[in-house]
């Protein structure tokens, strides 16, 4: 190889791996992130700082929503399964929904798979089940998942002590219950076989609401 073909070698490699570091430098800074904006859907770490609204997920429809906007709101967080013993209680969170919602109150569902494999279907097919059967109004959301290795942050942060305090721990079952009050704190929590209608949930919501 001659002198001159090795040294034009030699040029556009250096040239090259200069371009890499540059572009590597510019996306380095384009992914730094605003702490204080929403985690977007399974992307980031939960964090002891977390509040519900802290959160960014897709909705039924694909369209991402951050929990922010429920802000001010009463909530109550729901694990929801399409196959599960406990789907009839879709009726009554609708009910409780109708209720309670001109007043500043919301249901938000989370279909997941994790208790029985009883959620199998697509968001589109949850989505037909629940209008169809039930016909939920209330917000509705893409399946993730509420327990082991891959629970979604936001579920970490409604079962961690650091953020639910006395009402922490592992989601037991399918229709398990956080209530949220306006300030984004878990103030009391229902098991899978409270009926949203039970007068134990409907008090502590009408206490929140004041």
Not at 22 to 51: I, M, R, V, W, Y
Not at 117 to 133: H, L, M, N, S
């Amino acid at each position: 190889m001659s002198i001159k073909r090795y040294s034009s070698w030699f040029f556009r490699g250096t040239v090259w791996m200069f371009c890499m570091v540059l572009l590597g430098c510019s996306a380095g800074t384009e992914s730094n992130h605003d702490p204080a904006a929403p985690k977007a859907d399974g992307l980031q770490q939960f964090d002891s700082t977390d509040t519900i609204y802290s959160f960014k997920l897709k909705d039924i429809d694909g369209r991402p929503v951050a929990l922010s906007r429920y802000e001010g709101k009463v909530l109550l967080v729901v694990n929801v399964a399409s196959e599960c013993r406990f789907t009839h209680q879709y009726a009554n969170l609708q009910r409780l929904y109708m209720k309670y919602r001109d007043r500043g109150f919301v249901v938000l569902g989370f279909p997941t798979n994790d208790f029985g494999r009883q959620e199998p279907g697509t968001d589109a097919e949850i989505k037909e089940f629940v209008t169809d059967q039930y016909n939920i109004m209330f917000p509705m959301f893409s399946k993730i998942s509420a327990k082991g290795k891959d629970i979604h942050p936001l579920y970490q942060c409604l079962t961690s002590p650091q953020t639910s305090g006395a009402f922490a721990g592992p989601v037991t079952w399918n229709f398990n219950k956080f209530l949220i009050d306006k300030d984004g704190t878990t103030i009391a929590r229902f098991g899978s076989e409270i009926d949203p209608l039970d007068p134990q949930v409907t008090a502590a919501i009408e206490a929140a609401l004041q």
